[in-house]
């Protein structure tokens, strides 16, 4: 493990910030030329691969058959750690926009990166402001774009999967889009939230099959509770 440590500090920290940082720099450059649909997803698809690489994290997916390439949908996940977002973003091997806090907005270079590709910053501290979300996510949606929510909205603290949120539900009624619940499994042994440096693990990302969003309002808990049940039954008894 000490040599591992030496590993993290003189090579994989120096080099996974110097590529996060051209990661970011190249997807806030090539959004504001090109537009974000390439650009939002493909340089940070890359980015999040080499996380997952030089910190030896094996991440393995299944369930991929369930999807559809050009198809939107709104993905939502069990949030264990930080390592969630990289197994994501390299391995779901599909184009989607990010539904994440506001307050992520404010990380330097990052948090414009992320504006400028068109991921989704969700405000709600005003009626006002939860149209604008709306109005973004509608936006995004369009032509066959996909949004990955984690309905917990934080890292789980003990490595179970906590109560669900309703925004990434009510998204997907307003917008009559498929709901597919992702599992990921591992990423609480690889790095929790308490962790300020991960370990070498395997990560499994479940990608199961799609909901169909019910026409009716009414029918959001059915919805909420039908995705859940199905990321718990692609985890073990302790993390449930």
Known sequence: MIFYRIYQFLIMLPVLLAATILAAGTTAIGSIIFGGRWWGYWPAHIWARLFCIMSFVKVTVTGRENIAKGTSYVFVANHQGAYDIFSVYGYLGHNFKWMMKKSLERIPLVGYSCRKAGHIFVDNHSPA?????????????????????????????????HAFRRGAYTLAVEFGLPVVPLTIDGAYRVMPRTAILPRPGHIKLTIHRPIEAPAEGHELKSLMDQSREMIISSLPQENR
Do not use: H, W, Y
Not at 143 to 153: K, Y
């Open 129 to 161: 402001a939860i149209r604008k979300t709306m109005q973004d996510a509608e936006q995004q949606l369009a032509d066959g774009m996909s949004v990955v929510v984690f309905p917990e909205g934080s890292r789980t603290l003990d490595g179970k999967v």
